[in-house]
Nanobody, 119 residues
Framework: QVQLVESGGGLVQAGESLRLSCAAS????????MGWYRQAPGKQRELVAT?????????ADSVKGRFTISISKDNAGNTVFLQVNSLKPEDTAVYYCNYQALQYGDIYWGKGTLVTVSS
């Protein structure tokens, strides 16, 4: 089991920034992918950014140049950060942390953190 706890969401104005955090603990495998997805009201959940255990990153086109994903590892587990800059109203969504170790069929989700961007 892997536990994911997100934090850092909030209400901001367009153009402002936030830093989202996801603390991962439990049975974290050495080869994995962690990332952020988001779901806006009335829309499907979509990929925002991912980072592999060897540091490769991937971003949705809509956030390239504005969002940055990073990871910190210690004995307690991994913490994945998402620095979100130049926020737009269309970035409003619940942001979910995700952990995958597909070679073992492991997929876990956090409960989400709400980001609301006012115009």
């Amino acid at each position: 089991q892997v536990q994911l706890v997100e934090s850092g969401g909030g209400l901001v104005q367009a153009g402002e920034s936030l830093r989202l955090s996801c603390a991962a603990s439990g049975s974290i495998l050495s080869i994995n992918t962690m990332g952020w997805y988001r779901q806006a009201p009335g829309k499907q959940r979509e990929l925002v950014a991912t980072i592999t255990s060897d540091g490769r990153t991937n971003y949705a086109d809509s956030v390239k140049g504005r969002f940055t994903i990073s990871i910190s590892k210690d004995n307690a587990g991994n913490t994945v950060f998402l620095q979100v800059n130049s926020l737009k109203p269309e970035d409003t969504a619940v942001y979910y942390c995700n952990y995958q170790a597909l070679q073992y069929g492991d997929i876990y989700w956090g409960k989400g953190t709400l980001v609301t961007v006012s115009s």
